[in-house]
């Protein structure tokens, strides 16, 4: 605790005495281990490489659209299974069937990576591996799957890079990450006027709050990431986020705008949203936020003009994007130990 007071102490002073000092690093070229603008007592915060978390979004775009009950979803499904035990996670794999609102009864698997699995001291960092079976929002072939590469793939590309970076620098004993990928978020129905049911959305969440793994699974907080890898993405602070963990939404944004993501990170609020974090909080009782490009008031539709389009490919993939979003969490992260 006393020590706690004089890492803030020496971050407020740091911050007040020397507030251009983190403009001048260009975050991008960066290599090297990170100068943290708030710096803590014996934790250095690795680069994260945007780069590798670029080539991780884009080996899941190469198997295809990653739609349920699929060979390109078992493929991905089995690649990042076995991606995560290269990097020396604990790997469980959750499979489960659920009917889609359609009536079809998918075949999915929610799959958690987890460092340091002994640890009393937890965080919880999710995204959903899945995409969506039909670009309804486009109006050109509305009826075939998209690439998904920002939703779906941007997300678990970060936290494979952050994989990456935790077996290369290991968590203290303290300290424990569980990296959840949810299956099945995407399948939810077609909204047409007024017909939008949540809950045929984020099956795999449903499923794992209501049936835990590991068994009695708790964590400090968690981390959503959705949409995260978009060129020009802009992050604003998520209602229910803000509802059930709002300490956790200020450390975030603050560290954001601490080490050089402004930009990315705006101090404003949004609207809530049913995503992952939704069902996480209510059924598993966990605190989480979501990092998610929403803004209500954008002329390009809610979640910018590629969401749920063809649109949603390798080309508005933004390294700067991953970057920014990337290195707070990691940040975040490393900072609980
Ligand atoms: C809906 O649009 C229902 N929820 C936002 C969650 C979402 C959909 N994330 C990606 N696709
Ligand atoms: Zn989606």
């Known amino acids: 605790m006393k020590n706690n007071m004089k890492v803030l102490a020496l971050g407020l002073l740091l911050a007040a005495g020397f507030p251009a000092c983190d403009k001048k690093k260009n975050p991008e070229t960066a290599t090297a281990t990170e100068q943290p603008a708030a710096p803590a007592a014996n934790v250095t915060v690795p680069a994260f490489n945007a780069d590798s978390a670029y080539q991780f979004v884009a080996k899941q775009v190469a198997f295809g659209p990653r739609v349920p009950n699929t060979p390109a979803h078992r493929a991905c499904g089995d690649y990042l299974i076995s991606t995560l035990k290269g990097y020396g996670a604990n790997v469980l794999v959750q499979p489960f069937t659920a009917k889609a609102y359609n009536g079809t009864t998918l075949e999915l698997r ?4 987890q460092y340091n699995p002994a640890a009393n001291k937890r965080i919880l960092l999710a995204a959903h591996w899945d995409t969506r079976h039909l670009a309804d929002k486009d109006p050109a072939n509305p009826t075939k799957p998209i690439d998904g590469a920002n939703d779906g793939a941007s997300g678990v590309a970060v936290l494979l890079e952050i994989a990456r970076q935790l077996q290369a620098n290991p968590l203290a004993q303290n300290l424990g990450v569980d990296l959840m990928l949810f299956d099945g978020e995407d399948y939810g129905q077609p909204d047409n006027a007024g017909e939008y049911i949540p ?5 795999g969440s449903q499923y794992w709050g209501k049936n835990l793994m590991p068994k009695g699974y708790t964590a ?9 890898g978009a060129k020009g ?5 998520e209602e229910t986020s803000r509802t059930y963990a709002g300490d956790v939404v200020e450390k975030v944004w603050r560290t954001a705008n601490q080490i050089g993501y402004s930009d ?17 909080i209510q059924h598993a009782n966990i605190r989480m936020i979501d990092i998610v490009a929403y803004d209500p008031t954008s002329p390009d539709g809610f979640f910018g003009p590629y969401h749920h389009r063809h649109t949603d490919n390798m080309d508005i993939i933004d390294r700067n994007t991953l970057k920014a979003v990337g290195q707070t969490v990691l940040h975040v992260v490393m900072h609980e130990q």
């Open 220 to 228: 400090h907080y968690g981390i959503l990431l959705d949409m995260v």
């Open 110 to 113: 929610n799959i958690m990576a």
């Open 233 to 237: 993405a802009r992050f604003a602070q």
């Open 264 to 280: 990315y990170f705006p101090f404003q609020e949004s609207p809530g949203i049913t995503d992952d974090h939704t069902y996480v």
């Open 199 to 203: 809950d045929t959305w984020c099956l």
